[in-house]
Every structure is written in C-alpha cells, then in structure tokens.
C-alpha cells in the first residue's frame, strides 16, 4: 500500500507577523527552519521515494530538509493543487489590519468561512476542488503500490486533504489549526 506522510512547512515570517500570505512567498523564520530539521528528524525511518511539493519557495526548505535523509527520493513533483488557498486581494495585509479595515465579523468569514471568498481569492469550497483532484490522482497513480510519498504543502490544503481523507464535516475542518511540526500519515 502506498504511504502518504503530509506536513506544513515550517514557520514563515509572514505566519510570524499574522499577515495573509497565500499565494505570495514568505521565507521560513528561523524557528521555521528548526521546525522543518525536526520533520526530517521524524521522517527519518519512512522510505519516501516520491515527493511533491508546491512552487513556494517555504514549502519547498521545509522539503528539502526533509529529504536530506532519503536518498531514495528519486523524484520531487512540484504540483500547486497542493498550494495554499489563494487570498487575493487580502494578501499581505495583517490580520489586524483587515479587522480594523473591514471588521471582526468580515475577518471572519473570510479567514474560516468554507464558502466566503476575500476579494478575488480563494474560499475553502474553492481549494477542496483542487485537493480532492490532487487525491485521486495520487489513487490513480500510486494505489496499492508500495511507496512512500512525501507532501510538503500549507495549513489551508493540508486542512481540506484532512477533511477529504478523514471523512470530516466543513465545520470541524474549520476548527483545525494545522501545526507546524507535525505530519499526518495515509494509506491509499
């Protein structure tokens, strides 16, 4: 059976200073780059022998020390159904500085709401489309083989890949902080 070990890259400046990132690159924090060195610490046993990872240049550190202990990883894809839930217009704004500007309640629907979009982005309705596409091309290409594969993707993709693949409803998703130093394992 196929492995699936899923994580989020580590602390970003921007996850630091609570700005909305999205689709713009952030660099890991320092504490960001320790917290990728411990995923590679306890992905260390795994066999991952195919990768994927999306263009941000923070998901990509995180995978790369990841790596560093699988020279069986003959293969990294980079593939963006796994990016992060584009904010549009919001990205790059401090979290506070969008309460101040459009409210608390705003603020809200856009931060966890499933089918509220900020302007010209992207809602979680929107990024579970993309996600459950990237899952059952990995079933179709990987199932019932024996290999291990590594994803190294971002709180909002992870949270839907979670809600997919645990069988979850959109309000407990919601509900999920997605850590940093932490990975999900699957079967397919």
């Not at 549009?88 to 629907?109: C, M, P, R, S, V």
């Not at 489309?129 to 993707?153: H, P, T």
Request: hydrophobic share 35%; proline share 3%.
């Amino acid at each position: 059976m196929a492995k699936i070990y899923l994580f989020r890259h580590g602390q970003s400046e921007f996850n630091l200073k609570k700005i909305f990132t999205g689709w713009m690159d952030a660099k890991l924090t320092e504490l960001g780059i320790e917290q990728a060195k411990n995923l590679g610490e306890m992905l260390k046993d795994k066999k991952i022998e195919v990768a994927y990872v999306s263009r941000l240049s923070r998901a990509k550190d995180t995978l790369s020390e990841v790596i560093k202990f699988h020279p069986e990883c003959k293969e990294i894809i980079v593939d963006d159904r796994m990016i992060e839930r584009s904010y549009g217009n919001l990205a790059g704004l401090g979290h506070e500085e969008t309460i101040a500007k459009y409210g608390q309640e705003q603020f809200d629907k856009w931060h966890r709401g499933w089918n509220d979009r900020p302007p010209e982005g992207e809602c979680f309705a929107d990024v579970e489309i993309r996600v459950q596409n990237f899952i059952d091309s990995l079933k179709e290409k990987y199932a019932g083989k024996e290999i291990g594969i590594a994803i190294s993707a971002h709180g909002n993709s992870i949270r839907l890949f979670r809600k997919i693949m645990e069988k979850t409803t959109p309000e407990e998703a919601g509900t999920w902080t997605i850590p940093y130093d932490q990975y999900f394992e699957y079967e397919i």
